[in-house]
T-cell receptor, first 110, second 113 residues
Framework: QKEVEQDPGPLSVPEGAIVSLNCTYS??????FMWYRQYSRKGPELLMY????GNKEDGRFTAQVDKSSKYISLFIRDSQPSDSATYLC??????????FGTGTRLLVSP | DAGVTQSPTHLIKTRGQHVTLRCSPI?????VSWYQQVLGQGPQFIFQ???????GRGNFPDRFSARQFPNYSSELNVNALLLGDSALYLC????????????FGQGTRLTVV
């Protein structure tokens, strides 16, 4: 079993839709949770960063962490075609290595 | 401020050759980590360096090695290249303290033929 599970998709939505992306994990020691956006053949771009449980909002993006369920989510409101990319969840125990999900490919159609 | 910079951007090598990849972290960041990402997968951890010392090593063969210099830049070396080493190699720069977001460079795409 992988430490971090993420549905690879693809997830196809129309422009303007609310997108929900999720990851589950097995290691209860994870404290830091991140979401990255990765365009084809580019390096991952940090979107959201959360320490421990709770919600965090930044513009159209909302990240949620539920440590009791070992479940994290990223919501994208008013999705745009430019949001089409692969979204990676990542988490770490303290300052240690990041453990990534496989990434979910999102396609937003005009 | 400059972000994380990696060089070269693309590289083509022949099986059995050696390769050196370079990374400069964000100014003020003392931690550099290396990741390998193959197509369709999430990045896999290779090494972490902090203050010029190795702080973590992933499940990669001894053909992979790295080091960090006094200016906190880093090199990843891979010897005896195999076709399976073809991947996007990513460098991550991370601060210390409470805000420990990890920022990535654009990566080096290595193709082994």
């Amino acid at each position: 079993q992988k430490e971090v599970e993420q549905d690879p998709g693809p997830l196809s939505v129309p422009e303007g839709a609310i997108v929900s992306l999720n990851c589950t994990y097995s290691n209860s020691a994870f404290q830091y949770f991140m979401w990255y956006r990765q365009y084809s053949r580019k390096g991952p771009e940090l979107l959201m960063y959360t320490y421990s449980s709770g919600n965090k909002e930044d513009g159209r993006f909302t990240a949620q962490v539920d440590k009791s369920s070992k479940y994290i989510s990223l919501f994208i409101r008013d999705s745009q075609p430019s949001d089409s990319a692969t979204y990676l969840c990542a988490m770490s125990r303290g300052f240690q290595k990041l453990v990534f999900g496989t990434g979910t490919r999102l396609l937003v159609s005009p | 401020d400059a972000g994380v910079t990696q060089s070269p951007t693309h590289l083509i090598k022949t099986r059995g050759q050696h390769v050196t990849l370079r990374c400069s972290p964000i100014s003020g960041h003392k931690s550099v980590s290396w990741y390998q990402q193959v197509l369709g997968q999430g990045p896999q951890f290779i090494f972490q360096y902090y203050e010029k010392e190795e702080r973590g090593r992933g499940n990669f063969p001894d053909r992979f090695s790295a080091r960090q210099f006094p200016n906190y830049s880093s090199e990843l070396n891979v010897n005896a290249l195999l076709l399976g080493d073809s991947a996007l190699y990513l460098c991550a720069s991370r601060g210390t303290g409470r805000d420990t977001e990890a920022f990535f460079g654009q990566g080096t795409r290595l193709t082994v033929v």
